[in-house]
């Protein structure tokens, strides 16, 4: 089994950091002899998304559509085709994921999806181009906000969940909102985010 952790904070070291690997260590304490792999965007070039749809429209029966623009993707396209399991990281900037994992979710959008699929009246939605079937988990975090006003800041769940969905074929089988850090401090959700990954390890 892979497991791939993707991280979104540009902060090593600090609440969204340490809580995705203590998510991996409970995923470990319930797995045993995974391959897991964690990726730190910050640490890579990835251009935007240049809206030019030719990953969309490519006809391939491949689990991918290359995109046209050549950067650390390529090989990040390779670990996401190669993950089982995966793990999302992300504070909350403005109620949505970073700057930086919005661009990995747009890059991953229709490269691992296909406009086939059908929405009531529409069409043309994504779905799956493979029909590898992945579990995942994410972490979000929050500097002010408790988790009690959770739903009035929080619009990067439903996003990763559905992009899980259409692009990955997968299911999200739990999250964590880690809110008000800057009072309570990583440390108060550790033992959750162990729990998550024994959950997504067991799922």
Not at 133 to 153: A, D, E, Q, W
């Amino acid at each position: 089994m892979n497991l791939l952790a993707v991280m979104g904070s540009p902060r090593k070291g600090k609440s969204t950091d340490t809580l995705v690997d203590r998510t991996i260590d409970g995923f470990q304490s319930a797995v045993s002899g995974c391959d897991v792999k964690k990726i730190v965007l910050a640490d890579h070039k990835i251009e935007y998304c240049r809206n030019c749809l030719t990953c969309r429209d490519r006809a391939t029966e491949e689990p991918f559509s290359k995109c046209i623009i050549r950067d650390d993707m390529d090989q990040i396209y390779e670990d996401v085709l190669a993950s089982d399991t995966l793990i999302f990281g992300s504070p909350l900037h403005m109620g949505y994921v970073t700057s930086l994992m919005m661009v990995f979710l747009e890059r991953i959008c229709w490269t691992f999806a296909k406009p086939e699929g059908r929405v009531l009246t529409l069409t043309n939605c994504p779905v799956p181009r493979s029909d590898k079937k992945r579990k995942s988990v994410t972490i979000l975090t929050n500097g002010i906000i408790p988790p009690i006003y959770r739903k009035f800041c929080d619009e990067a769940s439903p996003l990763i969940k559905q992009v899980v969905k259409d692009s990955l074929n997968g299911k999200t089988v739990g999250d964590l909102y880690a809110g008000n850090l800057e009072s309570s401090g990583a440390e108060h959700y550790s033992d959750r985010a162990f729990r998550l990954g024994q959950k997504l390890g067991n799922a």
